[in-house]
């Protein structure tokens, strides 16, 4: 079960890295932030959020289809940063996961708080791309992990409700980053049951 819980902190994090010994993985190039569209005059989006879409240049269609919805909650600090948990189903019992990020000069980016933590990371930004505040969000997230570069897209909504053109809008996001549909999940859909109580874990990251 533990190395259950590591895989599905690395997946959330987008550390899927191969392991193969000998060999790197050909990785689609992540985009500068510059590319990357900024939620104007970004507000407080607190509050929870489901996740029900996921792309990434180590996400692959294939192996990750058996994915579940999970939740991931904003609280504001009052130094504008965020205490952000996500709450994951794994064998009949939940897990939570908690990490920080604190705000850069850039309205609605943010920077991964005590990285010193997280072997091997070395810059983590997460940019909210877009977002109406009650109903979706798309969150972009940037990583340099022992030296390799990885990015992430993330489609929240309020409810588990997954609309075709929220659907659609995430897909031509995702594409206009250089993904193709390989990289491009939508996780199943689970009873609220499921998110109850677990265990609160820190040191992996995921939002």
């Known amino acids: 079960m533990a190395l259950g819980l ?18 790197t993985p050909t990785l689609i190039p992540a985009p500068p932030l510059r590319r990357v569209p900024l ?9 929870k959020w489901y996740i029900l879409g996921l792309a990434g240049n180590e996400f692959n269609k294939e192996k990750h289809r058996q994915f579940k919805i999970y939740a991931t909650t904003y609280e504001l600090n009052d130094d ?6 996500s709450t994951l189903a794994w064998n009949q019992t939940c897990d939570h996961w908690l ?7 850039r309205r609605g980016q943010y920077t991964l708080g005590n990285i010193e933590r997280y072997t091997g990371i070395q810059r983590y930004v997460l940019r909210v791309a877009a977002t109406d505040y009650i109903q979706f969000a798309m969150l ?8 390799q570069e990885y990015f992430k897209i993330t489609l929240y909504g309020r409810t588990k409700e997954l609309t075709p053109k929220l659907k659609e809008n995430f897909i031509s996001f995702a594409k206009s980053l ?4 390989h990289h491009i999940i939508f996780p ?3 009873g609220n049951h499921q998110l109850g109580r677990g265990q609160m874990h820190m040191g992996t990251v995921q939002a």
């Open 6 to 23: 590591l895989w599905l902190g690395l997946v959330l994090l987008g550390v899927l890295q191969t392991q193969a010994q000998d060999s």
């Open 39 to 47: 939620q104007p005059d970004f507000q407080n989006f607190q509050g």
């Open 80 to 85: 504008n940063s965020y205490n952000v948990t």
């Open 99 to 105: 990490r920080i990020f604190i705000p850069t000069s």
């Open 140 to 147: 972009f997230f940037k990583k340099i992990y022992r030296n």
């Open 178 to 181: 250089g993904l193709t549909d």
């Open 188 to 190: 199943i859909r689970i």
